[in-house]
């Protein structure tokens, strides 16, 4: 399970803004802020969360195999 503080050091480390996650994983703002704020598995549907993890590991970051959402590949 990825985690929502995962999710924000993902982010972090390839220098992109909350806004700027939203754009590329095609996902409301209110959508990150939910995913980044929650201490378990990120409070968003799973095709968001499906969005951005894609969009995070487009440009490098990456997730162990057993961290993937539910449902996804």
């Given at each position: 399970?990825?985690?929502?503080?995962?999710?924000?050091?993902?982010r972090?480390?390839?220098?992109?803004?909350?806004?700027?996650?939203?754009?590329?994983?095609?996902?409301?703002?209110?959508?990150?802020?939910?995913?980044?704020?929650?201490?378990?598995?990120?409070?968003?549907?799973?095709?968001?969360?499906?969005?951005?993890?894609?969009?995070?590991r487009?440009?490098?970051a990456?997730?162990?195999?057993?961290?993937?959402?539910?449902?996804?590949?």
């Amino acid at each position: 399970m990825i985690t929502g503080s995962q999710l924000f050091k993902a982010r972090i480390s390839i220098g992109w803004t909350p806004p700027e996650l939203a754009k590329r994983a095609k996902v409301p703002l209110s959508a990150v802020a939910r995913a980044e704020g929650s201490p378990g598995e990120p409070v968003v549907t799973i095709a968001q969360l499906n969005a951005l993890v894609q969009a995070l590991r487009a440009v490098g970051a990456s997730f162990p195999p057993a961290d993937l959402p539910r449902g996804g590949t």
